[in-house]
């Protein structure tokens, strides 16, 4: 009976909404706009995640020196290149079929270029890597022309960097001090690599006056496990501190560092809006219960529970809110998923990435939306229980 | 009448628990006292009011505005509350109950018929109707049953879909009648059920509230300012400055 009573006070609350369409509609649309900002930031903070996890395998070590586990401010001296090299065959290292080992030195240089002719410059990743570098990574594919050779000054770009910069293969362009001739365009799922130049190694070392400059070297592993057993190999082959992180390590330590920089932003803002959509909210229902007094009046009147004045104007809040909410996923969804956001990455070189309305994204900024429906309602829901009967019955209804 | 005897069976299918009747009137105040408090100042509405009713009576009360009228319809109905005496309807004791219970009492023993109809507008006369049988432990189907009989006994019977926005005033008070008695209540009260209707529908909807006295032995208190209204009960007690000054009684 209980559950009647509830059921008609709600229906006369909804039915009678079109009596308040501009205020209700306001409070739809503010909590939409709650909604859509959280959900933005999480989208940038969730893709930008993915971007970096997308580009991190486990059965790719990465070693690093100088006491840092980024790439940046790592240097691994040359003896301990060398002595890397020639480790034994029974270290889970992995090696092709000629049994060489799958090993890649590194360095990153910065390069500035110019998005159009005469246009702004923007500072990309440049790495210099052997052979052997593109096929360690996982997930890459070569789309167009071929990979760079040693001597040349040949660089094979991400599909990233093609699309926003207009590159093709063939063209050439002045990275430093010199012209490069792109030879070849990857694509590796839309992940951090894709805002890479690659180049050789050598060729980049004598261009930017890096010689003998190491940086990281990565190594294929032949299972995650042999990450330990090269930890173990690395103190006994140097005194010199290295560091063997897995890839994926390393792009889930940088994109937790940006990530949770991009949620310190992004959920206060949210609150604060969410605090004053809240208030709104509990406007809209005030007028709400004010509107509907003699309704409430008269069917308490009958003898309805105060219990059913309560849960109908709460459900109603709550319903505002869950179109507004539904209407806020709709717009992240429309205007931010997989739109693209670039920011500084770890080697001080841009990378781009699209923002992801994944699944997660949705409840955090939908759970948002609701707790503003479910406070914002609560206090006008109390106060429709107590509307003052006596009076109301005498006004006309 | 005919129409009282066809009534009373379906609404007999369910009858709300025996309630055993003490001697003596149906409503009793005794030494009624309520005041209210305004701004810091306390105005004194009835200070003693003393009001026996029996069972099955039709009881107008007039008086001029300010004079109580309101305050006791309210407080008979249970949603306003005596500042001290006794108020019993029945064998209970409303002056003891709480709000929940007053409620639940108002649910199951009374009926009230107000002047501006108090419609819900977004509901059809027979989902109107059909509000007070919500509270009452009956199938979808008997609610039906109920709200085709009540809605015939008013005259209305063919306009269950109709919303009171299209009816005329005086339809609507059928309809607000037909409410008020759909759950078989003892009492019926009336807060000026004319007040905001032509003469001829005025007549019709008193008719209405006579037949529901006379045939189905509702006790009936009506607040009115109209006098004719007032003439078609059968006693018509005076208010004034919260005392009751004359009773008068219906001719014949």
């Not at chain 1, 207009?166 to 839309?190: K, S």
């Not at chain 1, 106060?383 to 209804?397: F, S």
């Not at chain 2, 609507?172 to 008695?181: D, H, L, T, Y």
């Amino acid at each position: 009976m209980s559950f009647r009573q509830t059921r008609v006070m709600i229906r006369a609350a909804l039915t009678s909404l079109p009596r308040r369409l501009a205020l209700s509609a306001s409070m739809a649309l503010s909590v939409a706009l709650v909604v859509s900002t959280l959900a933005g930031f999480l989208a940038m903070a969730r893709g930008f995640e993915l971007a970096l996890a997308g580009a991190g395998s486990p059965l790719v070590a990465v070693v690093l020196g100088g006491g840092t586990n980024q790439e940046s401010g790592s240097a691994i001296p040359p003896g301990t290149v060398h002595a890397l090299s020639v480790l034994p065959a029974d270290t889970g290292l992995a090696r092709d079929a000629a049994g060489h080992l799958l090993m890649s030195r590194e360095i990153v240089v910065p390069v500035d270029l110019a998005e159009a002719e005469g246009g702004a410059s923007r500072t990309l990743a440049l790495r210099g890597m052997d052979a052997a570098g593109a096929v360690l990574r996982d997930g890459v594919t070569l789309t167009q022309g071929h990979l760079f050779s040693g001597g040349a000054r040949d660089i094979v770009i991400g599909a990233r960097i093609a699309r926003e910069f207009n590159l093709h293969v063939g063209d050439v362009l002045r990275l430093g001090p010199v012209d490069w001739t792109v030879a070849g365009e990857f694509a590796a799922g839309g992940s951090a690599f894709e805002s890479e130049l690659w180049a050789d190694l050598e060729t980049v070392r004598a261009t930017f006056d890096r010689q003998g400059e190491v940086q990281s070297v990565k190594l294929r592993l032949t299972d995650p496990a042999a990450l330990i057993t090269l930890r173990e190999n690395l103190a006994k082959i140097t005194e010199t501190p290295l560091t063997a992180v897995s890839e994926a390590e390393l792009y889930a330590g940088q994109s937790g560092r940006t990530a949770g920089l991009i949620r310190l932003f992004g959920w206060p803002l949210a609150c604060l809006m969410a605090i004053g959509a809240t208030a709104g909210a509990l406007n809209t229902m005030m007028s709400s219960v004010s509107d509907r007094t003699v309704e409430i009046a008269t069917v308490r009147a009958l003898g309805f529970s105060r219990f059913s004045a309560f849960l109908a104007t709460w459900v109603e809040a709550v319903i505002l809110a869950i179109i507004g909410t539904v209407l806020g996923l709709a717009l992240s969804l429309i205007a931010f998923n997989g739109w693209q956001a670039s920011t500084i990455g770890a080697n001080n070189a841009r990378m781009s990435f699209d923002l992801a309305v994944t699944p997660d994204v949705m409840v955090w900024a939908g759970l948002l939306g609701l707790l503003i429906g479910l406070i914002g309602g609560a206090l006008p829901a109390l106060a429709a229980t107590r509307v003052p009967l006596t009076a109301a019955l005498r006004a006309r209804g | 009448m005919s129409t009282a005897e066809t009534m009373s069976t379906p609404l007999a299918q369910t009858p709300l628990p025996d309630m055993p009747v003490p001697e003596g009137p149906y409503i009793a105040l005794e030494n009624l006292r309520k005041a209210y408090r305004i701004g810091g100042q306390t105005i004194p509405i009835f200070s003693g009011l003393d009001l026996a009713i029996p069972r099955g009576d039709f009881v107008a009360i007039m008086g001029p505005s300010g004079s109580g009228k309101s305050t006791l319809l309210n407080m008979l109905a249970g949603i306003d509350r005596a500042d001290g005496g006794t108020l019993r309807i029945g064998n209970s004791r409303l002056d003891q109950m709480g709000e929940g219970a007053r409620a639940a009492w108002r649910a199951h023993h009374m009926g009230i018929v107000f002047q501006f109809y108090n419609l819900l507008p977004m509901l059809t006369a027979a989902e109107n109707v059909e509000l007070p049988l919500l509270l009452k432990p009956l199938s979808a189907r008997e609610r039906r049953a109920r709200v085709a009989k009540v809605l015939d006994l008013v005259g209305l019977a063919g306009r269950e879909k109709q919303r009171p926005g299209l009816m005329s005033g005086g339809q609507q008070q059928r309809v607000g009648i037909a409410r008020a008695i759909v759950s078989d209540p003892d009492l019926l009260l009336c807060d000026e059920p004319t007040g905001d209707l032509d003469r001829a529908s005025a007549d019709a909807v008193l008719d209405m509230l006579r037949f529901l006295n006379t045939e189905m032995k509702k006790t009936i208190v009506m607040v009115t300012h109209d006098p004719q209204a007032a003439l078609q009960a059968r006693r018509t007690l005076h208010l004034d400055k919260g005392q009751f000054l004359e009773e008068t009684r219906a001719a014949g």
